[in-house]
């Protein structure tokens, strides 16, 4: 069977089996005995998804440390996705991480990003797309699971496939009945009720769409689905001052061409997450509210406009939006 599905000629003396999701009986049809741990390219897989789950974070854990002494990349986002959690995205077409350790990536991730900064968005803040006020940083479950069920509906279209025979007997291959109904699917194979919960949503992939496409779409509906049960739509910013044409304002912040740093420092005040002596003293983490380098009260626009070189960049930036609406600078406050 294993032949057959893989197409390749085992070397029993070479090969290690790893009973996982309830299988304890040892492999002995190929002369090939059971391990409760094999190690691959380095990563030690265990028996059950609790334990792979370790794996999985002990692994990328390891790497944070060592990657982040290194100087920040140019972009910060694009660096978690590539390098921070290319194991996970590798990882995820054959086994789900399980929700704690998902938990425990995704506080590592915000930590590399986040760094020491005292104030910041939630996570939930920082998956949105960009136009929407977020960096676009991966929900690492909607993305698991979109590569695996992207690779289990892959496999099941193939008509020679165990996973095929498999899914066939489930009745989960082709257009999966709406509403999902998982009762009679083995409780210890969760990644499959999974995929038969959320599949029933999902359009069927036509002759014309790619498998990039497919994924594409598929983690969009995943995180419209976990937003939407979330109710975490809206920015707390966007509460705050609810008049405000936020599209506008995000789409411009990534349109205008700025350079990164400018982009984040823009991106914090927007978010109001500048640590001003202001914002410190009500957390009790200073006693003044005075600017150390004026001794004017250091808020937000302060820091923006009034002190060092904020009034040279001021009086610029003013120029340039007097010159853009053809009206005067001292019109423009
Ligand atoms: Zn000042």
């Known amino acids: ?79 978690v996705h590539l390098c921070l959690l290319s194991k996970i995205w590798y990882l995820a077409q054959i086994l789900p991480p399980t929700k704690e350790h998902v938990q425990q990536l995704t506080t590592v991730c915000t930590w590399f990003i986040w760094q020491d900064a005292i104030f910041c968005v939630p996570v939930s803040t920082l998956q949105l797309s960009k136009e929407q006020g977020g960096w676009a940083l991966m929900n690492i479950v909607g993305k698991c699971k979109t590569f695996l069920y992207a690779r289990l509906w892959s496999l099941c279209t193939k008509n020679s496939s165990i996973t095929t025979t498999i899914m066939r007997k489930w009745n989960l291959t082709g257009p999966i009945a709406n509403p999902p109904n998982v009762h009679s699917l083995p409780t210890g194979i969760s990644y499959i009720r999974h995929y038969a919960l959320d599949m029933p949503y999902v359009a069927p992939s036509g002759p014309q769409e790619t498998m990039q496409k497919f994924k594409n779409r598929l983690y969009g509906l995943l995180l419209t689905m976990a937003t939407t049960c979330n109710c975490t739509g809206e920015l707390w910013i966007a509460r705050k001052y609810p008049g405000m044409a936020w599209q506008r304002v995000w789409t411009n912040v990534h349109t205008i061409g700025l350079s990164d740093p400018i982009k984040s420092t823009c991106y914090a005040a927007i978010h109001e997450i500048i640590p001003t002596n202001e914002r410190l003293v009500a957390i009790h983490l200073t006693t003044t509210t005075s600017c150390v380098r004026c001794g004017a009260t250091d808020k937000q626009l302060h820091r923006l406009i009034a002190c060092e070189e904020g009034p040279v960049i001021w009086t610029w930036t003013k120029t340039r939006i007097a010159a853009i609406l053809r009206l005067y600078p001292k019109h423009i406050d």
């Not at 409760?36 to 002990?58: K, W």
């Not at 944070?64 to 990349?73: I, M, V």
Request: aromatic content about 6%; proline content about 5%.
């Open 1 to 79: 069977m294993v032949r057959k599905a893989t197409a390749v000629n085992l070397n029993s003396q070479n090969s290690k089996a790893l009973p996982f999701a309830g299988w304890s009986q040892p492999a002995t049809a190929l002369g090939i005995e059971s391990h409760d741990h094999v190690t691959i390219f380095g990563i030690t897989y265990g028996t059950g998804e609790r334990q792979l789950g370790r794996c999985l974070t002990v692994g990328t854990c390891t790497g944070t440390k060592s990657l982040c002494s290194n100087p920040l990349p140019r972009t910060i986002i694009q660096y």
